[in-house]
């Protein structure tokens, strides 16, 4: 991922070959391949996890949070988990700022989380409705905080950003 | 549209072919591609009207309206001409539900409408974080209540639903 994030970056994403990842790399071709079905999965790796983490921190909120203090437990383990990854990320944002079907598969793996966290949050016994709405609430909240933490240079700022996005979601929606 | 719809509903939308389409239709495979550019195109014809009606509204609501009011203000046109396509809307919705996509699809459409409504708002001297929030609020209102729209049978239901949709994410933002 490391080879190939810092080979998008210096000749650009379409330009890349995974022969040329893999050499970077020190693999080969059919070792690439063990790892990632295409180029495309190198930015998308991380979405698998991101979701697992984030449903685990929903099934484990407290019995009497609110749906939204529920879908919103995720938030903590993903701050983290991105820290260490806030140049990969910064590159990766990119490098989709500038394919739109790279974009699409982005917005599909958000909706994808906003699904998983909506059946996270009914398994507790939230009706449809307010569950589709919590979830897609948090995952709202996710990307603007994700996206104003890309732009700024502290890693460790992203708890915070989401706490604010957060804040203003619910500042926005009531006015 | 209504020829195509007609043959999704009886005999699956995967099954029905272009030919078939204008043939129901007393048209050529000709004339049917003037119109659409593929069978696809049946399904997401109106997303460019729905998206020019929200955005026209969003440009007429009052200067002093919040960025939520103003970013729904466009669930009034929308919900008027929806009423007209309820049948349209329920075999539509079914067609969508069994084709991952189709899925695909509808949520980049709605991602657009999203993304439209942000800019609208911004035109409007909203900051971008709660135009992004707003936009992102109202289309998921409209979501939620589309989706019990085309569940239920009173085709004038449309505007009510969004109204509770619309309580219902300002409860559910602020528990």
């Known amino acids: 991922m490391s080879a190939a994030i810092t080979l998008f970056d210096e ?8 022969a040329q990842i893999a050499a970077a790399a020190g693999l080969t071709k059919r070792t ?8 495309r999965e190198v930015l ?3 979405s698998d996890e991101l979701i697992e983490d984030w449903i685990a921190a929903v099934a484990a ?7 939204m203090t529920a879908a919103c437990a995720g938030l903590d383990p993903v701050a983290e988990m991105f820290v260490e990854r806030h140049a990969f990320a ?3 944002a990119r490098i989709i700022a500038a394919n739109p079907e790279l974009q699409e598969r982005e917005l599909i793996k958000l909706q994808s989380l ?4 909506k059946v996270e949050l009914m398994n507790r016994g939230v009706s449809e409705n307010a569950a589709i709405l919590a979830a897609q609430s ?5 990307h603007v905080a994700f996206a104003r933490w890309v732009q700024q240079d502290d890693p460790t700022a992203f708890r915070q950003l989401m706490d604010e996005s957060l804040d203003e979601l ?3 929606t009531t006015a």
């Open 90 to 92: 910064r590159i990766r």
């Open 138 to 142: 948090a995952v709202t909240v996710f």
């Open 44 to 46: 998308f790796n991380g």
């Open 11 to 18: 000749q650009g994403y379409e330009e890349t070959t995974i």
């Open 114 to 117: 906003a699904a998983a966290i």
């Open 32 to 39: 690439f391949f063990r790892y990632f079905a295409d180029k």
């Open 170 to 172: 619910r500042s926005v």
């Open 61 to 67: 909120a407290a019995p009497e949070a609110s749906p």
